[in-house]
């Protein structure tokens, strides 16, 4: 199992976000929409485990098997192309701009978030057998997840909004972590694990992902949740992608990239 | 095990007609080694014209000329282009001496015959043909005739040759190519020879000496002569025993007996060489800067990245590289290290230039002066003719492949992803998955999954040229992210004026056509392109006036609005007064 220098693995960060930005709009989104949906349904799973064993950790544990596989099936999560694609624009790759990264995030989280609600349906289907009865338990733990997640930080007010947000930066921290150590490694096992690690800390402390947040919120708002719309966007959904894209930019992105590649003699020879 | 190599049979006779001298000749050559791996073998026969009295040295010139020549051609070259060069100066010469002799008032007394060749390199056979020999390909119940006969017929009885080496300046030889199989038997025959023979004789006669072609070639022809032909008879028997593996590389590119390379740091003595610095170290490769412990001269060694070690392609590029750089001398092409050592690892080695990227340049120039970008642009083309004369196209042309040395010399580096035509044909060069080089300055049918010509070469050129004037890219991204032929007609070329008006109106007419989506549409060579960059052609000077709204649409809408407004304006002031 080969271990890239950061030398190796940061060339490699700058370049996945390259490409992210040169990928045609109908890539982009069929990827992003088969993200949402992976990572929405890992979320189901890991709510699943949690409801049926009573103990969060075992769902925590489990989840990252869906992040693994939409990263190994080439998938694009919004918290990854967050840290990834403006890499490119920093390392004035050629007609890489911030428009282009702009178009770039748009896109996926269009797709993401169609993903994610195409899941979030289906699973509301499976809990409520077609609508027909009452969601079952799991359904009913996923009406009400969403409730102290929006209600209750607009409980809070302004000291509210801030924990949301810290929550969102401490998120993809560690998502756009697992990202970039997927890239250290040359094998499937050893990108697996490097991934698992910060998935599992990510989940297990309750941090705010837009992306999983895509299903929990509108499943809820199918299943019962005492919410609305609006509280779903304003006091959760969109602070929590502004927070995974401080997150993801600060933390690892522009952090590693300063580090380890600009300090790199800038030519090639040969 | 080791791979199967290329194994063949011949067999060949020739006998005198009813005059004395006997105007055919014939000939074959079967390589060793490494010859034979990139030039094939080869077979060919020539069948002068009876009328003249000289075309026996036609024909013996012809053949001898061709099998000489053809294995002393670039090993990079395709066996096409090589066997064409040969034609076309023998030709030259035949017809050269047919005008000095009596040949120059009556073409059938010069210096004139047939030519039929067959040449098998790799898995692919290769046919070269020009007048009335035939080449055959052997059924159980049939021949198959696979070269057309160059006659035109005036008569039931009545016909002449219509094409035949030494009859003109320029001749179009017929050239078809396929893939070959092993048992199959190919026969190239003159007419004394063919016009009496059967499938089912000749397979007898095979079927009688199985291990001596000769002989059955000797039969043959004996039994064409007893049909009652009187005319010079050869016939040449081909059979092939056995052909390389589709994908056996060639031996110049094996790399089995060299290790990777440890971890290169400075100071570390490696191979000979004792490491300096490092130039860039990434996910694609490690360069570095070293000193030949010998000579105390700086060269570049570059060793494959802990990343791709595992990819055989990727590997076989290393190999392969320095192979394109010794075989390219131009002063605008990395050279590879002169030295010659035993290497136990797998690295390349180059010369070191002393400077900067272009990347670089565009950095430091924003907004450079044409003449300037004319001058890098016409050296970096001179680079790319070098390539492209020896039939290599260099697939990866972006601005960090293009070097500038303290002296302002462009020398193009990273020949690592070079198509050389003459090893692609014989399953030499290494095949990546994707279409290597630089999504953003790749030409469109390329992406499309087409193979590239110097025409794709010329559009990353025209690219380059593009981005150095503006600090654009013609197309935006738009040109990467095409993914099918419909994506082609909405790219649209951003002219030059929208980011530099001072540029003159011309040179987007030229660089437009470099620009094409479709590749037949540009310049056919990159010398053209270097051309009308410094002598535009009357084509592209004579252009229209260019409407308001192309040269300054923010004018254009400001005034049409003011327009606009001003009639709101009135209206609205019509409507007060009441009227």
């Not at chain 1, 996945?16 to 709009?25: D, I, N, W």
């Not at chain 2, 001898?64 to 051609?73: E, I, K, Q, S, V």
């Not at chain 2, 035993?342 to 430091?364: F, K």
């Not at chain 2, 600090?471 to 909405?490: C, E």
Request: charged share 20%; with cysteine; hydrophobic share 45%.
């Amino acid at each position: 199992m080969a271990y890239l220098a950061p030398a190796e693995f940061v060339t490699k960060m700058v370049d996945a976000g390259e490409s992210k930005l040169l990928m045609s709009t109908r890539d982009t989104l069929v990827r992003a929409y088969m993200a949402g949906a992976i990572l929405a349904l890992a979320a189901a799973f890991a709510v699943s485990v949690t409801v049926n064993t009573g103990n969060p950790l075992i769902g925590a544990l489990l989840f990252p098997v869906g992040f693994c596989m939409l990263y190994l099936l080439g998938f694009d999560l919004l918290t990854g192309v967050f840290t990834l694609a403006p890499l490119a624009v920093m390392d004035k790759r050629p007609g890489a701009t911030w428009n282009g990264v702009l178009r770039n995030w748009s896109l996926v989280f269009t797709g993401n978030f169609a993903g994610a609600l195409t899941v979030a349906v289906f699973m509301a289907i499976i809990f409520t057998n077609g609508f027909s009865e009452a969601p079952n338990a799991i359904g009913q733990k996923i009406g009400h997840i969403g409730e102290g997640r929006t209600v209750g930080y607009a409980a809070h007010g302004a000291a509210g909004m801030l924990t949301l947000f810290v929550r969102a930066v401490m998120c993809n921290w560690m998502v756009s972590t697992g990202v970039v150590a997927a890239m250290m490694s040359t094998s499937v096992s050893g990108k697996v694990m490097a991934m698992w690690m910060p998935i599992l800390v990510f989940f297990y402390m309750g941090f705010e992902h837009s992306i999983v947040n895509m299903y929990l919120f509108p499943s809820g708002l199918m299943l019962g949740g005492n919410f609305t719309f609006m509280d779903y966007m304003i006091w959760n959904e969109i602070p929590t992608v502004l927070g995974n894209l401080v997150g993801g930019l600060t933390f690892v992105g522009a952090t590693l990239y300063s580090t380890h590649y600009k300090t790199a003699p800038k030519r090639k020879v040969a | 095990m080791r791979p199967a190599s290329l194994r063949v049979s011949i067999g060949q006779h020739s006998l005198a007609g009813a005059h004395a001298e006997n105007q055919d000749f014939h000939g074959a050559f079967v390589p060793r080694g490494a010859l034979l791996a990139s030039k094939g073998i080869a077979l060919a026969l020539a069948d002068g014209i009876s009328t003249s009295r000289v075309s026996q040295q036609a024909s013996a010139m012809a053949v001898r000329t061709f099998l000489d020549d053809y294995f002393a051609t670039s090993e990079a070259w395709t066996v096409r282009r090589a066997a064409n060069c040969v034609l076309a100066a023998t030709n030259s010469w035949l017809h050269g001496q047919t005008m000095a002799g009596d040949g120059r008032f009556d073409k059938d007394r010069g210096y004139v015959c047939t030519f039929s060749a067959l040449i098998l390199k790799g898995r692919k056979l290769h046919l070269f043909h020009v007048g009335d020999s035939r080449i055959y390909r052997l059924h159980p119940q049939s021949l198959e005739q696979l070269s057309e006969d160059h006659r035109i017929a005036l008569a039931a009885n009545e016909s002449y040759l219509a094409r035949a080496l030494g009859t003109a300046s320029h001749i179009d030889i017929d050239h078809r190519s396929w893939e070959a199989a092993p048992g199959e038997v190919y026969l190239l025959a003159t007419d004394g020879a063919y016009s009496q023979l059967t499938a089912t004789e000749i397979n007898q006669a095979l079927a009688q000496h199985p291990d001596d072609l000769d002989a059955a070639a000797a039969q043959l022809v004996a039994q064409a002569r007893a049909a009652g032909s009187d005319d010079d008879a050869t016939l040449q028997i081909l059979r092939i025993d056995a052909l390389p593996d589709a994908d056996s590389p060639q031996a110049l590119l094996r790399r089995e007996h060299l290790a990777l390379p440890p971890p290169l740091a400075p100071r570390l003595a490696f191979e000979g060489f004792t490491i300096i610095r490092p130039l860039q170290v990434s996910a694609r490769s490690h360069v570095h800067l070293a000193s030949d412990d010998a000579s105390r001269q700086p060269v570049v060694l570059k060793t494959p990245s802990v990343d791709l070690r595992d990819d055989p392609h990727y590997l076989d590029s290393f190999v392969f590289e320095e192979w394109v750089a010794r075989r390219v001398d131009s002063p605008h092409v990395i050279k590879a290290w002169n030295g010659e050592r035993q290497r136990r690892h797998l690295y390349v080695a180059m010369e070191y230039i002393e400077g900067q990227t272009l990347a670089q340049w565009m950095t430091d120039h924003p907004a450079p002066p044409l003449a300037a970008v004319r001058d890098l642009i016409a050296q970096a083309a001179l680079g790319l003719q070098a390539l492209h004369r020896r039939d290599m196209l260099h697939r990866d042309l972006r601005p960090q492949n293009l070097m500038l040395d303290r002296q302002g010399t462009v020398k193009l580096i990273d020949l690592a992803n070079v198509h050389v035509g003459g090893l692609a044909e014989s399953a030499g060069q290494p095949v990546a998955e994707l279409p290597p080089g630089t999504l953003q300055y790749m030409a469109p049918e390329c992406l499309l999954g087409e193979e590239s010509s110097v025409r794709s070469d010329l559009f990353s050129l025209a690219a380059i040229t593009y981005q150095m004037l503006t600090g654009q890219l013609p197309y935006g991204l738009a040109s990467a992210r095409i993914r099918s032929p419909q994506d082609l007609k909405a790219l649209r070329y951003v002219p030059l004026r929208h980011h530099r008006p001072d540029l003159p109106a011309w040179l987007d007419a030229v660089l437009a056509k470099a620009l094409h989506p479709n590749p037949g549409k540009r310049q056919e060579v990159v010398s053209e392109f270097a051309h009308d960059l410094q002598h535009p052609a009357p084509e592209f000077t004579r252009i229209r006036r260019v409407p308001l709204l192309e040269r300054d649409p923010v004018r254009f809408w400001k005034i049409l609005s003011g327009l606009l407004g001003l009639c709101v304006f009135i209206l609205l002031l019509l409507r007060v007064r009441g009227v």
